[in-house]
């Protein structure tokens, strides 16, 4: 099984058609085609089906292409490992980042990595480990930093930072502004962003904690942007990290609605693959994120 036919083989999944395939990697589709009956061959079954517009994987085809998209990342990141170990400041590295790791973490994290490795770009995402952690487990993303759940991947392993405090967050001159405690939003409409794979399981401990009837939740999001968007443009409420009350852009658009019930968040941690190390401008940028991690525990004390 030759590199070259996985690295065919998941740009035609990705594509979803062997012309586009052959474009993106500026080769023939016939070499393209070639290229995928021999995978076929080598294997014993069927990678494709064809569909009127493109092809479609088959579930055999699904399950090799987890596998190939794990294995041409790891060959990518190989190659990238042993030319940093050898001095050189280029690659890229994929990093996820939840909204508090972007407050309170990145700011202090990005500029020491661009002094070390100015020429390593780097690809950021905006969610929660929920939504990626396939991808952390296929290598498509190198690490994740912040909150993360009971029963993650054994595949992953966690590290954690430091523990979090929440808040409940609405817009400015908010309805419930006045509000001090979980029974005077029992009526509120709630946006959510959980950080673990069932959207509701941040809010209703603290609801059924109190005796009170589960939240109405009637938005999910993942990023800053869809938070402060939704939320300033409606009644909605959302708890979020503290440090959304520490930036400034966000105090002239929410306010804190001051309930008097404790808001322990789950604490903010790094998630990479368990036994499969990074390469070294990785390793080096979770270096950065741990030392800035510091200086949050002395704000918080």
């Given at each position: 099984?030759?590199?070259?036919?996985?690295?065919?083989?998941?740009?035609?999944?990705?594509?979803g058609?062997?012309?586009?395939?052959?474009?993106?990697?500026e080769?023939?589709?016939p070499?393209i085609?070639?290229?995928?009956?021999?995978?076929?061959?080598?294997l014993?079954?069927?990678?494709?089906?064809?569909?009127?517009?493109g092809?479609?994987?088959?579930p055999?085809?699904?399950?090799?292409?987890?596998?190939?998209?794990?294995?041409?990342?790891?060959v990518?990141r190989a190659q990238?490992?042993?030319?940093?170990?050898?001095?050189?400041?280029?690659?890229?590295?994929?990093?996820?980042?939840?909204?508090?790791?972007?407050?309170?973490?990145?700011?202090?994290?990005?500029r020491?990595?661009r002094?070390?490795?100015?020429?390593?770009?780097?690809?950021l995402?905006?969610?929660?480990?929920?939504?990626v952690?396939?991808?952390?487990?296929d290598?498509?993303i190198?690490?994740?930093?912040?909150?993360?759940?009971?029963?993650?991947?054994?595949?992953l392993?966690?590290?954690?930072?430091f523990?979090?405090?929440?808040?409940?967050?609405?817009?400015?001159?908010?309805?419930?502004?006045?509000?001090?405690?979980?029974?005077?939003?029992?009526?509120?409409?709630?946006m959510?962003?959980?950080?673990?794979?069932?959207?509701?399981e941040?809010l209703?401990?603290?609801?059924?904690?109190?005796g009170?009837?589960?939240?109405?939740?009637?938005?999910?999001?993942?990023?800053a942007l869809?938070?402060?968007?939704?939320?300033?443009?409606?009644?909605?409420l959302?708890?979020?990290?503290?440090?959304?009350?520490?930036?400034?852009?966000?105090?002239?658009?929410?306010?804190?609605?001051?309930?008097?019930?404790?808001?322990?968040?789950?604490?903010i941690?790094?998630v990479?693959?368990?036994?499969?190390?990074l390469?070294?401008?990785?390793?080096?940028?979770?270096?950065m994120v741990?030392?800035?991690s510091?200086?949050?525990?002395?704000?918080a004390?």
């Amino acid at each position: 099984m030759k590199l070259s036919s996985l690295r065919d083989f998941v740009a035609v999944a990705e594509r979803g058609s062997l012309r586009a395939a052959a474009r993106q990697l500026e080769v023939s589709q016939p070499t393209i085609t070639r290229s995928i009956q021999e995978l076929e061959k080598d294997l014993g079954v069927a990678l494709f089906e064809r569909q009127a517009k493109g092809v479609r994987l088959t579930p055999m085809g699904e399950m090799f292409f987890r596998r190939s998209k794990a294995i041409r990342m790891e060959v990518v990141r190989a190659q990238e490992e042993i030319l940093q170990t050898r001095g050189a400041l280029h690659g890229h590295i994929t990093v996820c980042l939840s909204s508090a790791a972007h407050l309170a973490l990145l700011p202090d994290a990005i500029r020491p990595f661009r002094q070390r490795y100015p020429d390593v770009s780097v690809r950021l995402i905006d969610a929660l480990l929920p939504s990626v952690e396939s991808q952390l487990a296929d290598g498509t993303i190198d690490c994740y930093v912040g909150p993360a759940f009971d029963g993650v991947s054994a595949e992953l392993s966690v590290e954690k930072l430091f523990d979090n405090t929440r808040v409940v967050l609405g817009r400015k001159n908010h309805p419930l502004a006045s509000a001090t405690c979980f029974a005077d939003l029992a009526e509120a409409e709630w946006m959510t962003a959980s950080s673990t794979p069932r959207s509701q399981e941040d809010l209703l401990p603290m609801f059924a904690a109190h005796g009170l009837p589960p939240p109405k939740v009637v938005f999910e999001a993942q990023s800053a942007l869809s938070f402060l968007t939704t939320m300033t443009s409606s009644d909605l409420l959302m708890l979020l990290p503290i440090q959304w009350t520490q930036v400034a852009i966000f105090k002239d658009a929410l306010q804190r609605i001051p309930v008097v019930e404790p808001l322990h968040g789950p604490p903010i941690c790094i998630v990479q693959r368990t036994g499969l190390p990074l390469t070294p401008a990785a390793e080096y940028f979770c270096d950065m994120v741990r030392r800035a991690s510091l200086h949050v525990h002395t704000l918080a004390g």
